[in-house]
């Protein structure tokens, strides 16, 4: 149930605050009642980067039925993280050396199945921001069928500059996405170890982030259509790299 991720009661989650708070995804405050409390726990907050959200009371009690919540719920992590930097020097271990970076996706069916495809084929890792993502709940997981729980995945608070600290890293770095000059996913020899970023369903890879990727790669239609969701293509393109790793690992063992 979705109610076993969240924490409810003013005092519990000022302890859980204190102690760890990373284990905290989301906060959310009751609205228009502040205490002396409240604002320790919107302090503690802003220094820990935890991020926070008021809602009104009603609200509250629909994230969280049945709950004695005192106007205070912590929505809890399901998933570990692996710092940015683990993640980067890791990778090249990996069967398949590939992070992907999702730009804002929202839906949590969709990170969860990009992470199972991802890990069935041997990928690095996952990396999200930590604003404007997905909560990878029991949706997520549900999709991602044990991947989320086996695959390294990182937060970053800047995804442009984590893209910078890839190349840095010696990643080739690729944004999904039609441009001039872009390259073939279907017919292109991909670099490894790379880092592939996904956008958002809606509006794609934000422009500040596209343009610190080196290359852009589009899939492209044989027939008139709209487009791919962010899973589907991921999936597509994730594949593209693990054929030409596999392409290059019978070349070297031949």
């Keep these: 149930m979705e109610n076993e991720n969240f924490l409810p009661g003013l005092k519990p989650v000022l302890e859980l605050l204190r102690s760890s708070p990373a284990d905290i995804d989301q906060i959310y405050l009751r609205k228009g009642r502040p205490s002396r409390e409240s604002s320790e726990l919107l302090d503690l907050c802003r220094s820990s980067k935890v991020r926070f959200t008021l809602l009104p009371d009603d609200a509250l009690t629909r994230l969280c039925p049945g709950a004695h919540h005192q106007g205070v719920l912590a929505r809890l992590r399901v998933s570990s993280r692996t710092e940015w930097e683990t993640l980067l020097s890791e990778a090249v271990k990996a069967p398949l050396p590939l992070i992907v970076a999702l730009d804002q996706v929202q839906d949590p069916g969709n990170v969860g199945t990009l992470a199972r495809t991802l890990y069935a084929l041997g990928g690095a890792g996952l990396v999200l921001p930590r604003h404007n993502s997905a909560y990878l709940g029991p949706g997520a997981r549900r999709s991602a069928a ?8 990182a937060e970053v608070v800047n995804l442009s500059r984590a893209v910078e600290q890839a190349e840095k890293a010696g990643f080739v770095t690729y944004a999904a ?8 996913a279907l017919s292109s020899r991909l670099e490894l170890p790379a ?10 890879v934000r422009p500040g982030v596209a343009k610190r990727c080196a290359h852009s790669l589009y899939i492209p ?9 962010v ?6 393109l994730i594949s593209c790299f693990a054929r030409t790793h596999l392409g290059a690992s019978v070349s070297t063992s031949s």
Excluded: C, Y
């Design 177 to 184: 996405r039609f441009a001039d000059g872009g390259q073939n």
């Design 231 to 236: 899973a589907q293509a991921g999936g597509i």
């Design 146 to 153: 044990g991947a989320l729980e086996r695959l390294p995945l």
């Design 221 to 229: 239609f044989l027939r008139e259509f709209d487009s791919l969701n």
């Design 195 to 204: 880092l592939l970023v996904l956008g958002n369903e809606d509006k794609g």
